[in-house]
Nanobody, 127 residues
Framework: VQLQASGGGLVQAGGSLRLSCAASGRTFSSYSMGWFRQASGKEREFVAAISRTLGVTYYADSVKGRFTISRDNAKNTVFLQMNSLKPEDTAVYYC?????????????????????WGQGTLVTVSS
């Protein structure tokens, strides 16, 4: 599967952005999806994930209540709605996918649990 992330940009603190990740290739509904981010000089970190079965979602504590992950299987797309953005949310955001059975219901929260990655989209939040 190929993943194409989009929707990043520059936004003021308190603002909102919606990231999209379009998938092509095999059946999108057979993949659990995740969003990760990497700030300059820091390691990549988990943001949110949604399972392929039941749509179970998980969030990092730092974004819980502000970010929402969702998927539209008919459009082969996963979204990350980001509200109440903070300067510390500034990072390159990556979408990832896996078809592993272990992530079928409970999506992985580590990057090792994903097999396919998009190219990343930059989100910059100004104070």
């Amino acid at each position: 599967v190929q993943l194409q992330a989009s929707g990043g940009g520059l936004v003021q603190a308190g603002g909102s952005l919606r990231l999209s990740c379009a998938a092509s290739g095999r059946t999108f509904s057979s993949y659990s999806m995740g969003w990760f981010r990497q700030a300059s000089g820091k390691e990549r970190e988990f943001v949110a994930a949604i399972s392929r079965t039941l749509g179970v979602t998980y969030y990092a504590d730092s974004v819980k209540g502000r970010f929402t992950i969702s998927r539209d299987n008919a459009k082969n797309t996963v979204f990350l709605q980001m509200n109440s953005l903070k300067p510390e949310d500034t990072a390159v955001y990556y979408c990832a996918a896996t078809s592993r059975a272990t992530s079928r219901v409970v999506p992985s929260r580590t990057d090792l649990g994903y097999d396919y990655w998009g190219q990343g989209t930059l989100v910059t939040v100004s104070s």
